[in-house]
């Protein structure tokens, strides 16, 4: 549906976001998506174009009368702009800039609009030769448009009326009776197409809400709403592409909850999961929001910090201890204490990829539950050490999920 390299923009104005619009309640992200489509591929680009400038150009041939002069015109005119427009899109696109999306919108519409014109010039003249191929095409590209512009159905629509709408007009002009059966087949047509776009415009943005949800929830955990196994691994490998590891890139801190069990032995697996919903919550609200939390395992979170030192990586560790350690109210009269270890490795001390630096942390967090503090593993810690450490020892390694 569209180029992941490539982001658009979404229009401006009210009214060409109307037109747009892929109906109620999707999500921005998905209307991001649903525009790229809008710019289609090259390839179906150049067919478009070619058929016609083709169609406009023979016509002109067999008529050059001024009304058809001036559609040949037009059509290289409207076409021109429209590819210089597009792939002046597609640089921006990929280049993350804006793009002129209300501009391209606005040169499709005038393009349907010449298609209309075509057919009306051709009806209204008597040549039925002329008028069959100009009217062949017109409804040729109008099945292609339902098909290429479905993913924004009003906009489908409005392009398919433009093409096609002139005919009526021009079938009452030409007051040729036998073509008055096309005042009955173009709204028939017209109201088809558009339906059609419609019901595929629903069954697109529900398979990308589906496709959404899935993966929200492979790689989300299901009781507090952090990142899991997966989306931990996920996040590590994002922050860590693209730019090289520099000091104060990334903080990996390993965080595991002291007397948790004997809370969940205690008062039950629901306080326990009452508990752990708490504990999630505080560490959203003492994180930035390009931070990352993640539970990984019962009682095991892990957080990833952008652009700290291992000092600040050190302070966020006692504010994050302080926020977890403060008493829980569960319910029903439950008050309970709990502690929490956390063990922190850097990029690029301690590694520049998820294994390690998970590996790194989870020693640092094994120190740390013996010395009874925030542990911070040295630059010291030598390589036949990492190589022992094994990755997989408390189930965090991405290939283990």
Known sequence: MRDVLRTYSLPCGPAMRWLVNPGPGAPRDIQVALIGGLFGTLPVFAAGVINTIAVAAAIAIRQPTPPFIFWLILEV???ASRLTVLLFARRAASER???PTNLYLWLGLLWSASIGYGGFVSLTLGDWVV????????TAMVGGVCFRTFSAPRLATAMMLLSLGPFVPAVIIASEPLLYVVLLEVPLYLMAMSAAAFTLNKMLVATMRGE??????????????LSNRVGLAAAVDENLKGAPPRDGALAVLFLDLDNFKGV???YGHAAGDRLLKSVAERLRHSLRATDVAARIGGDEFVVLAKGLTSEQAAELSHRLTNSISAPYDLGDGVRATIGVSVGVALVPEHGADAEALLAVADEALYEAKVQRQVRVLHARLKEDQSRRIAPTARGISPSTQ
């Open 97 to 99: 800039r804006l793009t």
């Open 212 to 225: 959404r949800e899935n993966d929200h929830r492979a790689k989300h955990d299901s009781l507090t709403g």
């Open 264 to 266: 969940n032995d205690t």
């Open 131 to 138: 008028a069959t191929v100009a009217c062949s095409s017109a």
């Open 77 to 79: 005119v409207i076409c």
